[in-house]
């Protein structure tokens, strides 16, 4: 069994940055690979960024290239999401999920496990 936990959401102005770490315990995971999705009441979960535990493989969403950054720290099991020159369209539950899938995997429905999310809001 694997256990998410995101934190680092909040309030903060366009233009501003949140940086969200998502802790993971409960298996070992060279092998696998870590998502950030989001998710608003208009918008189904929406792939955001990808990395793969030991090659370090990266993906973002076109909508943040640029202003995102995935990294992980391998010795604290945590993946973070540098968010910068947020927008008010940025504003969702942020989601992070494992995935034992090959590959570069931004299909929800390929992550095995789910953190409970974290509010990201972004005001104009």
């Known amino acids: 069994q694997v256990q998410l936990v995101e934190s680092g959401g909040g309030l903060v102005q366009a233009g501003g940055s949140l940086r969200l770490s998502c802790a993971a315990s409960g298996r070992t995971f060279s092998s696998y690979a870590m998502g950030w999705f989001r998710r608003t009441p208009e918008k189904e979960r929406e792939f955001v960024a990808y990395i793969r535990w030991s090659g370090g493989s990266i993906y973002y969403a076109d909508s943040v290239k640029g202003r995102f950054t995935i990294s992980r720290d391998n010795a604290k099991n945590t993946v973070y999401l540098q968010m910068n020159s947020l927008k008010p369209e940025d504003t969702a539950v942020y989601y992070c999920?494992?995935?034992?899938?090959?590959?570069?995997?931004?299909?929800?429905?390929?992550?095995?496990?789910w953190g409970q999310g974290t509010q990201v809001t972004v005001s104009s």
């Open positions: 999920a494992v995935t034992t899938a090959w590959g570069v995997v931004v299909d929800d429905g390929d992550y095995d496990y």
